[in-house]
């Protein structure tokens, strides 16, 4: 059974970069049948979806955040990243990863990690 | 503003059948499976149904999905008080290129 665990800073200040890791267990990264997704969810709010890597670090990204992001992918560590710039308070979120697979013309993500808080403050 | 538009809380009895609706358009519903989330209180989301009507292993049949033209809806029989969660639909969106979500129904087991 995959497992993945998120990690990183707490809190972040206004304007930094935000940085946090999907460490993934019982499953690899480098497998061809999968993607690697973020998503996060701002408190009392309803889920946004961040962007995936592919293991050949083809991405896929939320047009309102490709600016500012990066998501790419460490086979040797079996770690996928998340790397947002210029944070501001609306970046505030539980940000969780998850295992994005497609199947009879259908992608889902059928695996998340318990989600990690971010908040963002000077 | 969610692309996909749900209601944003549903409420039945334990043993009630409730539905919880998902609304989009051609872009996304329209032309593309839907896949529905359980978010229980303070945990992440759990997989309910991929590919607008297909159920996971594990999860019980007591749910169940449909589609038709630019809406689905989740559907709920025998409600328990453990359903008692945030219901979330999800499907691709051509114009955006990305997956989007519908905004969230809070259910309540009364």
């Known amino acids: 059974q995959v497992q993945l665990q998120e990690s990183g800073p707490g809190l972040v200040k206004p304007s930094e970069t935000l940085s946090l890791t999907c460490t993934v267990s019982?499953?690899?990264?480098?497998?061809?049948?999968?993607?690697w997704s973020w998503i996060r969810q701002p408190p009392g709010k309803g889920l946004e979806w961040i962007g995936y890597?592919?293991?050949?670090?083809?991405?896929n990204y939320n047009p309102s955040l490709k600016s500012r992001l990066t998501i790419s992918v460490d086979t040797s560590k079996n770690q996928f990243s998340l790397k947002l710039t210029s944070v501001n308070a609306a970046d505030t979120a539980v940000y969780f990863c998850?295992?994005?697979?497609?199947?009879?013309?259908?992608?889902?993500?059928?695996?998340w990690g318990q989600g990690t808080v971010v908040i963002v403050s000077s | 503003q969610s692309v996909l538009t749900q209601p944003p809380s549903a409420s039945g009895t334990p043993g009630q059948r409730v539905t919880i609706s998902c609304s989009g358009s051609?872009?996304?519903?329209?032309?593309?499976?839907v896949n529905w989330y359980q978010q229980l209180p303070g945990a992440g989301p759990k997989l309910l149904i991929y590919?607008?009507?297909q159920r996971p292993s594990g999860v019980p049949d007591r749910f169940s999905g449909s589609k038709s033209g630019t809406s689905a809806s989740l559907a709920i029989s025998g409600l328990q008080s453990e359903d008692e969660a945030d219901y979330y639909c999800?499907?691709?969106?051509?114009?955006?290129?990305?997956?989007?979500f519908g905004g969230g129904t809070k259910l309540t087991v009364l």
């Open positions: 998850g295992r994005r697979e497609c199947s009879g013309g259908s992608c889902y993500e059928g695996h």
């Open positions: 019982g499953g690899s990264v480098s497998s061809s049948s999968y993607y």
């Open positions: 890597v592919y293991y050949s670090g083809s991405t």
């Open positions: 051609r872009s996304n519903i329209g032309g593309h499976p």
């Open positions: 590919n607008d009507n």
């Open positions: 999800v499907a691709w969106d051509d114009s955006l290129n990305c997956p989007v």
